[in-house]
């Protein structure tokens, strides 16, 4: 018996293996209980054995899933991104979704928040935005434009004439009458924009208002995503605009027109580019016919925001056939939150509706309202 237990006891493992091996019912032990009956020693230490290695197998496949996953994520840690290179590459490249840290930096200013143009800017109709800049500055002029007022002093015996300085300041605002104009990218929006030269220190003169300029505008404006030079074009602004100075009899001025303008954007530089068409008015109404003479057809203005909350601005008018224009400049520097502090020069025609044919130089400093 001694001699014939060892080979009955490896015939019963060889067939519990080959069971096991091919995949049988029941081949496999659950639990001590299934190995616990077995009276062979050898049976009973082969069932233990095989209950401990199919319970060990998912504990280390799991520890190995664990320890796996988190080597990734140190090695993700560790690893310097790259959104340009990590991020899927597609066909097309959404302007609007990425956005140049470099503007985020510059102020928090993008086109796409002043006009907004992205989902993620809109803020519905009827609210009040800023337009152009609202500003407060004390210039002087090394030449006053005497001339449209002498009948008028005359007339009310007033001997003093224009002072070299005064106070200009400029209000405006726009606000969206209509979000996705029949359910298109399009805004509609509404602008308004003052600006006024006052003569405060002028008291022989009883301090008056030299000029006052209104301007209404009505503006369609679309968003536009076009790579071009390395600059993102951003916008078109399509609209109409109503420039006049209210005043009656020789001192009339003012002008319509339609007008195209586009905006570009790379980093924290900005720049517009505008052209219009005047509206032709009958030569009997027209108080300023040759007005494009000295304003010319189109404009570029551009600003660049610099680190600290500085920046400057710049903008051109020029006619190429009468050679005539202006260049006004500016500089915008930090003072408290959105009021900034601000130098401004000017040289040229059209300072004012009132000197559109006047040459003019002047140089300002003051306050400046920047969002």
Known sequence: MHVHRPKISLLSFLFASSALAQGQPGSLPQS?????????????????DRLAASQAAPAAASAAASAQAAAAAASSASA???????????????????VDPTVEAANGYTMSAHWELDARDKRGTFAFRPHNPNYLIATR???????????????????????????????????????????????????????????????????????????????VVTPLNVGVLGTNLRFLNLGFVHQSNGQSSTLSRSWNRFYAQVGLERGPLSVTAKVWKRVNESLEEDNNPDIIDYLGRAELAGSWRLHGGHELTALLRHNFHTHKGSTQLGWAFPVAGPLKGYLHWFSGYGQSMIDYNYFQRSVGAGVVVKY
């Open 80 to 98: 310097p991104t790259n959104s340009a290179y990590d991020a899927p590459r597609t066909a097309e490249v959404d302007v609007a979704a990425s």
């Open 141 to 219: 002029t090394y030449r006053p434009n005497d001339r449209p007022y002498l009948p008028f002093r005359e007339a009310a015996g007033i001997e003093s004439g224009l002072s070299k300085g005064e106070l200009e300041f400029q209000l405006g605002f726009k606000m969206k009458a209509v979000e996705t104009l029949f359910d298109k990218p399009v805004d509609v929006w509404f602008g308004y924009t003052q600006n006024s030269f006052w003569q405060a220190g002028n008291h022989k003169a009883s301090s008056p208002f030299r000029e006052t300029n209104y301007s209404p505008e009505l503006m």
């Open 32 to 48: 001590m209980a299934d190995c616990t009956p077995l009276l062979d020693s050898a049976q009973r230490l082969a069932c233990f």
